[in-house]
């Protein structure tokens, strides 16, 4: 389990980096390198002088496999102080958004609309009012069956 949660924390760094702030949603690139050529990886798969560090504060939940035709609430509509971040891996290519709600009063803050495509995707939250509570509805905007095989939410519990 400790291998698969460090695996989740690795590709949501990885895609971190890769995110910018006009582009909510952005995707590892895969690159082929030859053995002739040195990898600009170490030992352990982390690029080196590329992952972000997180203050102590940074908190991860770790949902796991879900289905659903219409909508489900990540950790059934819990609040996640401060988010960061949410990333999921789909195995289909249903077209999926991610609702933002304020906590106490369950008022609609916006959405990250992802585009139709297998994998891992990524919404940044960092932009969402600081010290403040919210939950997530992740809405199948596809017809059929959206299937999750796992995701994350990361947040902060301190006023960062």
């Known amino acids: 389990m400790k291998k698969k949660s460090g695996l989740v924390l690795f590709i949501t760094a990885v895609l971190l980096i890769m995110s910018s702030i006009n582009s909510p949603v952005s995707y590892a690139e895969e690159t082929e390198y030859s053995p002739s050529e040195p990898s600009p990886y170490d030992t352990e798969g982390y690029a080196l002088n590329e992952l972000p560090i ?11 496999r879900t289905t659903f035709s219409n909508y489900v609430w990540i950790a059934g509509g819990r609040g996640f102080k401060n988010p960061h971040s949410i990333g999921i891996d789909s195995v ?42 919210y939950k997530f509805k992740l809405v199948n905007t596809s017809s059929g069956t959206a299937n999750i095989t796992m995701g994350n939410v990361i947040y902060s519990n301190s006023n960062q």
Do not use: D
């Open 92 to 133: 289909n290519k249903n077209g999926i958004t991610i609702e933002a709600y304020s906590a106490n009063l369950g008022t609609y803050k916006g959405k990250c609309v992802t585009p139709k495509v297998g994998g891992w995707r990524i919404c940044n939250w960092g932009h969402l009012p600081r010290n403040t509570t």
């Open 54 to 64: 997180y203050p102590m504060s940074q908190v991860t939940y770790e949902f796991w």
